[in-house]
C-alpha cells in the first residue's frame, strides 16, 4: 500500500518562496508522482507531475516560477514555489500513478495525501 505525507507548508507574503516535500512509503520508485492543489471554492487542479519517463509538465500558471523534483531512492517528491501570489492560496497534495507520461489529469493518479495548506498573503 503506498503512503503519501506532504508537510512543507506555511504562511508567505506575496513574492515569497516555500518548498514542499512528500514523503512516499510502499512501492513508489516506478510510480508518476505530482502535485495538485485546491483553492476554497475551487476544483482541485494540477500543479507540477512527472511520469515514469522522468519528463516533467506544469500548469500554465505556474510555470517558470515551480520545480517539481524526484528523489526515487529515498522515496520523496518536492515542489519548490518561488514568487508566491495569492492566487497560489490552495492546501496542496501529492499523488502517485502508474502513467509513463507526465499527465495533471486527477483520475490518472490513484494515491493521495492528506494535503499541506499553503497561505500567501498580500
Known amino acids: 500500500q503506498v503512503q503519501l505525507v506532504e508537510s512543507g507548508g506555511g504562511s508567505v507574503k506575496a513574492g515569497g518562496s516555500l518548498t514542499l516535500s512528500c514523503a512516499a512509503s510502499g512501492y513508489t520508485y516506478s510510480y508518476s508522482m505530482g502535485w495538485f492543489r485546491q483553492g476554497p471554492g475551487k476544483e482541485r487542479e494540477g500543479v507540477a507531475a512527472?511520469?515514469?519517463?522522468?519528463?516533467?509538465t506544469y500548469a500554465d500558471s505556474v510555470k517558470g516560477r515551480f520545480s517539481i523534483s524526484k528523489d526515487a531512492a529515498r522515496g520523496t517528491l518536492a515542489l519548490q514555489m518561488n514568487s508566491l501570489v495569492p492566487e497560489d492560496t490552495a492546501m496542496y497534495y501529492c499523488a502517485a500513478g502508474g502513467q509513463w507520461s507526465p499527465t495533471l489529469l486527477r483520475a490518472d493518479f490513484t494515491y493521495w495525501g492528506q494535503g499541506t495548506q499553503v497561505t500567501v498573503s498580500s
Open positions: 512527472i511520469g515514469r519517463s522522468g519528463h516533467f
